[in-house]
């Protein structure tokens, strides 16, 4: 079975740093795109970043120069550095993945469980 599995949340006070990390379990063919969204109460799940299996990335406005997406192919894993976090950043953060496992058929969509990121003013 497939799973998602994040780690690193936590709170932390503005200007201070994060790091998530979100590693794929379970018999997998091959991963193609993998990404950090987020969703603040009251608000809609929103890309953060994305990076694809030959690394080329992808921000959001709100967190170009400050975010970092990288990722471990050999290690099927996925990175969020954060820095110079902001209130604003707080919010639940989803580590999401296209990959193919060994008991599909095409490529589907995995989602993380999701961490809680908190930046305290």
């Known amino acids: 079975q497939v799973q998602l599995v994040e780690s690193g949340g936590g709170l932390v006070q503005a200007g201070g740093s994060l790091r998530l990390s979100c590693a794929a379990s379970?018999?997998?063919?091959?991963?193609?795109?993998m990404g950090w969204y987020r969703q603040a109460p009251g608000k809609q799940r929103e890309l953060v970043a994305a990076i694809t299996s030959g690394g080329t990335t992808n921000y959001a406005d709100s967190v170009k120069g400050r975010f970092t997406i990288s990722r471990d192919n050999a290690k099927k894993t996925v990175y969020l550095q954060m820095n110079s976090l902001k209130p604003e950043d707080t919010a639940v953060y989803y580590c999401?993945?296209?990959?193919?496992?060994?008991?599909?058929?095409?490529?589907?969509?995995?989602w993380g469980q999701g961490t809680q990121v908190t930046v305290s003013s």
């Open positions: 999401n993945a296209n990959l193919w496992p060994v008991a599909g058929r095409n490529w589907m969509d995995y």
């Open positions: 379970g018999s997998i063919f091959g991963i193609n795109d």
